[in-house]
């Protein structure tokens, strides 16, 4: 006799599990980790709790697919617009600026797809600045422990007379300020009294390059 797994129908499997994801990532982005349950992530999902236990085991795991399925492709994006940048350098250390693109570009592509992607993923990046320190730490290893080494290394190829510190702290500051700008646009919207169009995807991108690439470049200077 097959097993449970093996008889499963791979498409109803695949929807079932897609529905779990979305309805996990709902829940995460409004109410953070510890407001999130299985049996809540289930009901939402119109399934049953056996089958969201058999497809993810354990609240952290099923978060962390949650997590993966967002962000997975977003560093994939950034990794490849990266090696085009290389490639189009003919071997030659990139300027400051094609390194923030590929690190960049790949979210603001995200959150241009439609309203509900902006607002979602401006909710789960608000998550990482609230979420237990231990969970964020757990989440960075696995998404972007390697890829902040990668580019790590391209700034510095870039600036190779820069003290190591100063990378570190200069990459992080950059980071930062393209988190907040993601996690608080709307505040633009408040203190510009309207002026600034907030929804403005193409421009909100291209002003945050200039800032962090003239941040950086300022920082290794002092």
């Avoid at 006799?1 to 695949?14: A, V």
């Avoid at 030659?92 to 693109?101: A, G, M, N, Q, V």
């Avoid at 500051?173 to 700008?181: D, E, K, T, V």
Wanted: with cysteine; charged share 25%.
């Amino acid at each position: 006799m097959p097993s449970s797994k093996t008889s499963l129908n791979p498409t109803r499997s695949e929807n079932t599990r897609n529905r779990l994801i979305r309805s996990a990532e709902h829940l995460f982005a409004n109410r953070g980790f510890g407001g999130l349950t299985i049996r809540e992530v289930a009901r939402r999902s119109e399934t049953n709790l056996a089958s969201a236990h058999y497809h993810f085991g354990s609240k952290e795991a099923m978060v962390l697919e949650m997590l993966s399925s967002r962000i997975k492709p977003i560093n994939q994006k950034r990794l490849h617009y990266l090696q085009n940048a290389r490639e189009d350098s003919g071997g030659k250390p990139l300027e400051t600026i094609e390194i923030f693109k590929a690190l960049i570009v790949p979210i603001g592509e995200e959150i241009s797809k439609s309203s509900h992607s902006r607002k979602t993923l401006a909710l789960l990046v608000a998550r990482s600045f609230t979420e237990p320190e231990s969970f964020i730490q757990k989440m960075h290893s696995r998404f972007f422990g390697e890829l902040c080494e990668t580019f790590i290394l391209e700034l510095r190829r870039a600036h190779p007379q820069a003290k190591e510190l100063d990378i570190y702290w200069n990459l992080h500051f950059a980071i930062s300020s393209m988190l907040g700008a993601l996690a608080q646009h709307r505040r633009l919207n408040d203190f510009s009294g309207g002026r600034c169009d907030d929804d403005n995807t193409e421009d909100m991108i291209h002003r945050l390059l200039i800032f962090v690439t003239n941040g950086f470049e300022a920082g290794l200077k002092t």
